[in-house]
């Protein structure tokens, strides 16, 4: 079963720096998708990016961007110029691509979650 | 484009009630979710929906049962509620199997 883990509970960061949040999964297939959500007290899961295994630039979106390290199995987000609406949890999340079978269709496993408090 | 509607938002059950957690979206997703999350955990999927007719359990099925009563509507039942139910439900789908799973804004189940 595929395994995903966010070694950090808590990070922290002051507005207008930069912060790093850390995921790595366990997985054999070899391909996939991998997502980081963020998701404010409301408890609303907002995608923030989204990365397909197959591809080898690490995706970009605004000031948030990814590395991805497909033979470590690490999948980190890069928060840059953090801004105070950043503060939230965020969730690494793995997909499998569906197999004929149907029996990975669609599951996304979500790893235990990072809460980013950004101090003014 | 309301996307994906869930209801009730809040529900205070007692032990051994019933109830169905309701949810439409109008997305024109094929498959479609039921996950929970637990306090300090992130979500767990209880069942999901391929696509219209079907449905399968997921990692936490235990205690639940679910209807997928059209592409647009998929129903999440507790049959016989449990306090270990107490929980933030949500409802999600997504158009091909490659494509972002998008969320409801969550269903708050307390169960005394």
Redesign the interface.
């Given at each position: 079963a595929q395994t995903v883990t966010q070694s950090q509970p808590e990070m922290s960061v002051q507005e207008a720096e930069t912060v790093t949040l850390s995921c790595t999964y366990d997985t054999s297939e070899s391909d996939y998708y991998l997502f980081w959500y963020k998701q404010p007290p409301s408890r609303q899961m907002i995608l923030v990016i989204r990365q397909e295994a197959y591809k080898q630039q690490n995706a970009t979106e605004n000031r948030f961007s990814v590395n991805f390290q497909k033979a470590a199995k690490s999948f980190s987000l890069k928060i840059s110029d953090s801004q105070l609406g950043d503060a939230a949890m965020y969730f690494c999340a793995y997909r499998p691509f569906p197999n004929a079978g149907g029996t990975s269709y669609g599951k996304l496993t979500f790893g235990q979650g990072t809460i980013l408090t950004v101090h003014p | 484009n309301a996307g994906v509607t869930q209801t009730p938002k809040f529900q205070v059950l007692k032990t051994g009630q019933s109830m169905t957690l309701q949810c439409a979206q109008d997305m024109n997703h094929n498959?479609m979710?039921w996950?929970r999350?637990d306090p300090?955990?992130?979500?767990?999927?209880i069942y999901?929906s391929?696509s219209e007719g079907t449905t399968?359990k997921?990692e936490v099925p235990n205690g639940y049962n679910v209807s997928r009563l059209n592409k647009r509507e998929f129903s999440l039942r507790l049959e016989s509620a449990a306090p270990s139910q107490t929980s933030?439900y949500?409802c999600?789908g997504?158009n091909r199997?490659?494509n972002?799973?998008?969320?409801g804004?969550?269903s708050w189940l307390t169960v005394v």
């Open positions: - | 498959s979710y996950y999350q300090g955990m992130g979500l767990r999927l999901y391929a399968d997921g933030v949500f999600a997504a199997p490659g972002t799973i998008y969320f804004e969550g």
